[in-house]
């Protein structure tokens, strides 16, 4: 079933779906246009960063969107945290904050939601499909790995939390191609876990990084204030030392 939510894009229901990026991955390839979302009832091999599996629970929110846009790529993991951090504080969720670059976790550290972007190419040109998965009603039941789940049990379904959040990215994507990183940056700053939370950083070299949050740079890198000086990460897991929370804003 396919409707109009946002202006921006057009959301396909599917009653089950392996994975919902990867069904809009080959959308894409196959020159599906900008603005094409699918959301699933049910997804059995959702996908992280780094290869991993996403799990969801019954009543949880797996939705992917395709976006072809000459934006900065480095943007679209902050965009999207806005947005899922602004949909979900509107249908009720408390005590939320972003982690870098693009988890968002509750009061005590548990992660509710997280986002995948992956880019490619079709005839058409290049692209981004932007997945995102958020434990509306309850954290899956599996084993905790270096982020323990959370979940939010919010009172509103995945169709309303759905149709905000494309909402809300709309006003995001529309601010990355006005403004560029600027005021995504500090939004996302806004929505974070407090400058000097500690942090330990696992980078892509292997080495574990000791530090306390300094910010973003001005390309997203994320600033670690370590016994060294101020180091820029680009990529890397971040893992919070405490269960540090910025005051719901």
């Not at 005590?95 to 992660?111: I, R, T």
Request: net charge negative; charged share 20%; proline share 5%.
């Amino acid at each position: 079933m396919t409707d109009a939510t946002a202006p921006l894009f057009r959301l396909t229901r599917h009653p089950a779906l392996p994975s919902t990026s990867d069904h809009l991955l080959a959308l894409a390839e196959a020159d599906a246009p900008d603005g094409e979302a699918v959301l699933a009832y049910v997804q059995t091999r959702g996908r992280g960063s780094r290869g991993r599996s996403w799990f969801d629970a019954p009543g949880n929110l797996a939705l992917s969107v395709l976006l072809r846009r000459e934006i900065v790529p480095t943007l679209w993991p902050f965009a999207a945290a806005c947005a899922t951090y602004d949909a979900l504080v509107a249908h009720g969720a408390r005590e939320l904050h972003l982690k870098w670059p693009n988890d968002l976790l509750d009061a005590s550290g548990g992660k509710v939601a997280g986002i995948l972007v992956e880019s490619g190419r079709s005839a058409s040109g290049g692209f981004v499909v932007i997945g995102i998965g958020a434990n509306l009603a309850a954290a899956p039941l599996i084993a905790p790995g270096r982020t323990r789940p959370g979940g939010l049990g919010l009172v509103d379904g995945v169709d309303a939390v759905a149709e905000t959040l494309l909402a809300r990215l709309a006003h995001w994507t529309e601010i990355a191609e006005d403004k560029a990183f600027a005021a995504i940056r500090a939004a996302w700053l806004e929505r974070a876990h407090a400058l000097g939370t500690p942090l330990v950083v696992n980078a892509r070299d292997g080495a574990a990084r000791h530090g306390r949050f300094a910010g973003i740079d001005a390309e997203g890198a994320l600033l670690l204030d370590t016994p060294g000086g101020i180091e820029r990460i680009a990529t890397g897991d971040v893992l919070e030392l405490s269960g540090a929370a910025v005051a719901q804003r």
